[in-house]
Nanobody, 120 residues
Framework: QVQLVESGGGLVQAGGSLRLSCAAS????????MGWYRQAPGKQRELVAV???????NYADSVKGRFTISRDNAKNTVYLQMNSLKPEDTAVYYC??????????????WGQGTLVTVSS
């Protein structure tokens, strides 16, 4: 099967930085897009940033100019560099991938989530 393994969450003060990583592994034929979503307590999960296989990116308005998503296609890994963090960025961050399984099936896979806490 396919799995996503995230790392890099933690506790940081407001104004600080964190870098999240997510590596995809398993029976992958190709990856169309990888991205990050987040869910704060009592709120719905929302898109943070996404990058396609071609390198196109899309960001939530709330993180534009502060977060940068990047991707290493050779390693099937996506990164999220988060700068100038704010308390409202506190959430569980989930990695997401839309990919093609070696069987030809299109799959959407989620990571287990990593907690980011920004203290004021």
């Amino acid at each position: 099967q396919v799995q996503l393994v995230e790392s890099g969450g933690g506790l940081v003060q407001a104004g600080g930085s964190l870098r999240l990583s997510c590596a995809a592994s398993g029976s992958i034929f190709s990856i169309n897009a990888m991205g990050w979503y987040r869910q704060a307590p009592g709120k719905q999960r929302e898109l943070v940033a996404v990058v396609t296989s071609g390198g196109s990116t899309n960001y939530a308005d709330s993180v534009k100019g502060r977060f940068t998503i990047s991707r290493d296609n050779a390693k099937n890994t996506v990164y999220l560099q988060m700068n100038s963090l704010k308390p409202e960025d506190t959430a569980v961050y989930y990695c997401n991938s839309k990919l093609v399984h070696v069987s030809g099936r299109y799959l959407e896979v989620w990571g287990q989530g990593t907690l980011v806490t920004v203290s004021s």
